[in-house]
C-alpha cells in the first residue's frame, strides 16, 4: 500500500483535510503532519517536516499545500533528495513523476480548486519514473544539489 506525507499552512488547510480523505478513500496510507488549526502559519515549518520525512524514506511521497504551493516548493526543494514540483494542473503533476522523478508535489489552495486537486494527486500518485535519459537529466540535478554546479 502507498504510504504519503501530506502538510499545510494555514492557507491550505481545508484543501489538505480533502486531499487526505480522498488519498485514504483510494486505499492510501497517509501521514499528516498539520498545520494543525485555522491560526496562520509558516509553511517554511511544514515544508520542513514533510521533506525531512520524505528525504527520510519510508513514504511513496508528500503532497504539500499553501495559498500558491510556490513557496512550499521552494522550501522543500532545500532539503537534500527533494524534487518537489509546484503545478496546477494534472499534465505537470504526471510529467513530474514520469520525467522528474519529483517525489513532492505542491499546490495552491487559492489557485485551484479541490476536482482539480484530486485530478493532480491521481495523475502524480498513478504515475512511476520513467528513467533512461531522464534518470540521466534527474542525476545532475543531484549533481547541482551536491556540487552547486555540473
Ligand atoms: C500565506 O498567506 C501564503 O503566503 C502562503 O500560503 C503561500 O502561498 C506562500 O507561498
Known sequence: MKKYAIGSDHA??????SIKAYLES????????????????NYP??????ANKVAGGGYDGGILICGTGVGMSLAANKVRGIRAACVSEPYSAKMSKEH????????GAR????????????????????GGRHKTRVDMITKLEKDGHL
Open 12 to 17: 491550505g488547510y481545508e484543501m489538505r483535510l
Open 26 to 41: 483510494r486505499g492510501f496510507s497517509v501521514d499528516d503532519f498539520g498545520t494543525f488549526d485555522r491560526e496562520k502559519s
Open 45 to 50: 515549518e511544514i515544508a520542513d517536516v514533510v
Open 100 to 107: 522528474n522523478d519529483a517525489n513532492i508535489i505542491c499546490f
Open 111 to 130: 489557485v485551484i480548486g479541490i476536482e482539480t486537486a484530486k485530478m493532480i494527486v491521481d495523475a502524480w500518485a498513478d504515475s512511476e519514473f520513467a
